[in-house]
Nanobody, 127 residues
Framework: QVQLVESGGGLVQAGGSLRRFCAAS????????MGWFRQAPGKEREFVAA????????YYADSVKGRFTISRDNAKNTLYLQMNSLKPEDTAVYYC????????????????????WGQGTQVTVSS
């Protein structure tokens, strides 16, 4: 099994930065693509960013491209999301997720591409 524990959420003013962490335990973390999703109140959960199993390629939602950076350190079993130039509309519960399969050539944008999920952590951006 793969278990994911998130940290790094909190409150920040618009224009500020926040760094999210997702620590993994269990087998095959380094062989799976990873992603970040978010869900705002009254909204559906949406894709934010993803990274391939080796870290060679990254993908971003248009709404965060240029502001957010996804990265990973497989030696530390940790996934990161650096969030810069935050906007109030970034306010949401953020979830990290691990691919349902190992060593895919890409990283998916769909919830169904992922089988393992973190508990979700609130990020609030004030005006």
């Amino acid at each position: 099994q793969v278990q994911l524990v998130e940290s790094g959420g909190g409150l920040v003013q618009a224009g500020g930065s926040l760094r999210r962490f997702c620590a993994a335990s269990g087998r095959a973390f380094s062989n799976r693509a990873m992603g970040w999703f978010r869900q705002a109140p009254g909204k559906e959960r949406e894709f934010v960013a993803a990274i391939t199993w080796s870290g060679g390629s990254t993908y971003y939602a248009d709404s965060v491209k240029g502001r957010f950076t996804i990265s990973r350190d497989n030696a530390k079993n940790t996934l990161y999301l650096q969030m810069n130039s935050l906007k109030p509309e970034d306010t949401a519960v953020y979830y990290c997720a691990a691919d349902k399969s190992v060593r895919r050539s890409t990283a998916g944008r769909l919830r169904n591409d992922y089988a393992y999920w973190g508990q979700g952590t609130q990020v609030t951006v004030s005006s």
